[in-house]
């Protein structure tokens, strides 16, 4: 079965740095990868998805995220953080058994920015 | 144009006792989804619907818990004989199609707290 994993439960960066957060995924073949965004009290919020083509995919926000097949990751990158990008993110692959409509979700990722 | 809503946002009860949560996707989308989303982790996927029928129901932890979507729409997840091990924030996203990688749209969650 599918599996995701984000390895880092909280990260704190500092308003202006840079960030990345990891996610590595367990699939045979080529995934549909997903990061998502969750702000309290708000729904889950699309960044960005991947499925074909160019592995550098852009997304909203300023976000981008980079598919590597050898490192099984999906990464997501934003070059300079705003503190309202305090969240948490989850990182998401389609299930392949139900057409990818079935999204199984890491643990999350919450990021803390510091003024 | 109106997202995915979800009523109650907060639902308190007691142990054994029968909930209903609802669903209103976003017009015109034609699949919905059911998640689970314990402190902490991720949401885990429970069933979604294509039209008025699901699709799957994989994540359904047991009998207890069943869901209709009578007219193609609005969802509404049922669970009986409650116990405390389902608290938990219940998501609900809809998506215009079954294309695989199609997006999800998600509401904010009812958040359920069984004492």
């Known amino acids: 079965a599918q599996s995701v994993t984000q390895p880092d439960i909280h990260i704190t960066v500092s308003e202006g740095a840079s960030l990345e957060l990891r996610c590595n995924y367990s699939?045979?073949?080529?995934?549909?990868l997903f990061w998502y965004v969750q702000s309290p009290g708000q729904g889950l919020q699309l960044l960005l998805k991947?499925?074909?083509?160019?592995?550098l995919v852009q997304g909203i926000k300023g976000f981008e995220a980079e598919f590597k097949r050898s490192q099984s990751s999906f990464n997501l990158r934003k070059p300079s953080v705003h503190w309202s990008d305090a969240a948490e993110y989850f990182c998401?692959?389609?299930?392949?058994?139900?057409?990818?409509?079935?999204?199984?979700f890491g643990t999350g990722t919450r990021l803390l920015v510091s003024p | 144009g109106a997202g995915v809503s979800q009523t109650p946002s907060n639902k308190v009860t007691e142990k054994g006792k029968y909930v209903e949560l609802r669903c209103d996707p976003i017009?015109?989308?034609?699949?919905l989804y059911w998640y689970r989303q314990s402190l902490g982790q991720g949401p885990e996927f429970l069933i979604y619907?294509?039209?008025?029928?699901?699709?799957?129901d994989s994540g359904l932890p047991n009998d207890r818990f069943f869901a209709v979507r009578p007219e193609g729409s609005v969802s509404t997840l049922k669970i009986q004989r409650t116990e405390r091990g389902d608290s938990a924030v219940y998501l609900c996203?809809?998506?215009?199609?079954?294309?695989?990688?199609?997006?999800?749209?998600f509401g904010p969650g009812t958040r359920l707290l069984v004492l």
């Open positions: 998401a692959v389609g299930d392949l058994n139900t057409g990818f409509q079935k999204l199984v």
């Open positions: 991947y499925f074909s083509g160019d592995t």
């Open positions: 619907f294509q039209g008025t029928g699901a699709a799957d």
């Open positions: 017009s015109g989308h034609t699949a």
């Open positions: 699939y045979g073949a080529t995934p549909y």
């Open positions: 996203a809809s998506s215009s199609g079954l294309a695989p990688g199609e997006t999800q749209y």
